[in-house]
Structures are given as C-alpha cells and as structure tokens.
C-alpha cells in the first residue's frame, strides 16, 4: 500500500514517445543534408536552363552523349566568366568596359538600373580587402542594452571630422535577426566598443539563431574554439 509521503515510481517512456524522439532526431539529421542537396541541385539546374538555350543545338552535350547532362551549363558560364574576367583585366579589356559605360551613363533609365546592379556586384563580389574586422560588443540601442557589432573599418574623412569626440571613432554594422544581411551603421568612439574573441562566424551564427547557438555553448567560461 502506498502512503502520501512515498514517491511516486519513474515511468519510462512509451513507445510513441521513443518513436517521436527518433522521428525529430532524423529530422534534424536529414534536413540540413537534404535541403543542401536540393538548393544545389536547384541552382546547377537553373544555371543550365539559361546558359543551354545560348549554345547552337549541334553543339548541345545531349547531342553526344544521348541524354541532358546536369551541370554542363555551369561548367560553361564558369569558363566563359574566367575569360570575361581575364579579359577585363587587361588595356583592351578596361576600354572597351569604359566604352560600353559611356554609352550606358547617356541613357536615362538604363543608367539608374545598371549603376545600382553594379554597385550592389562590386560590394558582394568583388575581391577586395573591405570586409568585417572584428565581432565586437556595444551598448545599443541605449546604454545597459548591449547589441552584437561587426568593427568594418576606422571612420574616415568628414565623418570623422565633424564628429564630437576626440577619440578615434568605429563604424560598427549591427546586424539584424535572424537576417544579418540588413542591420544599422553606426559610428561608435572606440573607447565604447568591447573587442570579442569569437570569430565573425560564430558571432554571425549567433545573430541568425537569435542566441540559440553559442560558439563556447559546452563550457561558457572557456574561450571559444
């Protein structure tokens, strides 16, 4: 006989509850690989139904081999980019690029759509040394509030001059959850901005999972790896 005071025997878990702990295992396993699988066989498919169609039918793979090879296409346009970019690196190359934007600069229309899609081409792709420094701390957007940063560079020029500190001073970009493609600049005295160890990745992956992964989650109180 059982008394108030006696505890309550441990139930094991049913046999549904296994299942469903297995089901949400699996998934977590198979989703990112499968989803991964997909986005690139999506992409390698839209690449070789717009680069295809532009080769003479009689130069088609399909017509060798018998059936349509997935990827030809993006062989070909990394080929064709290599020699456009091997190209435009050279006198020629830049003149005839400098001819080509005169023209386009006279028209209205054209000309706004181009320099915007050649900006936002330059700021992705472009292989320079601009890029994110340091993942740093800073108390935004009020004191006692502390946000995630990213140290882009040391302000320059008339930013620099006229503002009221006499310190050196950060443009910090703060990202947004979970799309740390949009986010604020901001310009912070660097006597206010606290360095962080983690790299920009474990900082990024941070901002994306609104917290949820730490890049030290097994031991906070060690660095991170």
């Not at 498919?45 to 295809?52: E, M, N, P």
Request: hydrophobic share 45%; proline share 8%; aromatic share 10%.
């Amino acid at each position: 006989m059982n008394t108030p005071f006696d505890e309550e025997p441990h139930r094991r878990p049913g046999l549904f509850s296994r299942l469903r702990a297995s089901f949400l295992t699996g998934v977590v396993v198979i989703a990112p690989v499968w989803l991964t699988i997909w986005l690139i066989w999506s992409v390698v498919g839209w690449i070789d139904s717009a680069v295809l169609p532009l080769i003479p039918q009689r130069f088609q793979p399909s017509e060798y081999v018998g059936i349509n090879l997935r990827g030809v296409g993006v062989v070909i346009f990394l080929i064709f980019t290599i020699l456009v970019g091997w190209i435009a690196k050279g006198i020629l190359g830049r003149s005839l690029i400098h001819f080509a934007e005169s023209l386009v600069n006279r028209m209205p229309v054209v000309r706004s759509v181009y320099s915007g899609i050649k900006q936002i081409s330059e700021t992705v792709f472009a292989q320079t040394e601009r890029s994110f420094e340091k993942a740093c701390l800073i108390q935004y957007p009020r004191r006692g509030i502390w946000a995630i940063g990213f140290v882009s560079t040391t302000a320059r020029g008339e930013v620099a001059q006229k503002a009221e500190t006499g310190g050196e001073l950060l443009s910090i970009f703060v990202p947004t959850t979970p799309n740390p493609t949009s986010g604020f600049l901001l310009f912070f005295p660097a006597e206010d901005v606290i360095m962080l160890d983690m790299s920009i990745e474990d900082a990024a992956k941070l901002v994306i999972s609104a917290g949820l992964v730490y890049p030290n989650d097994k031991d906070p109180i060690q660095p991170p790896e």
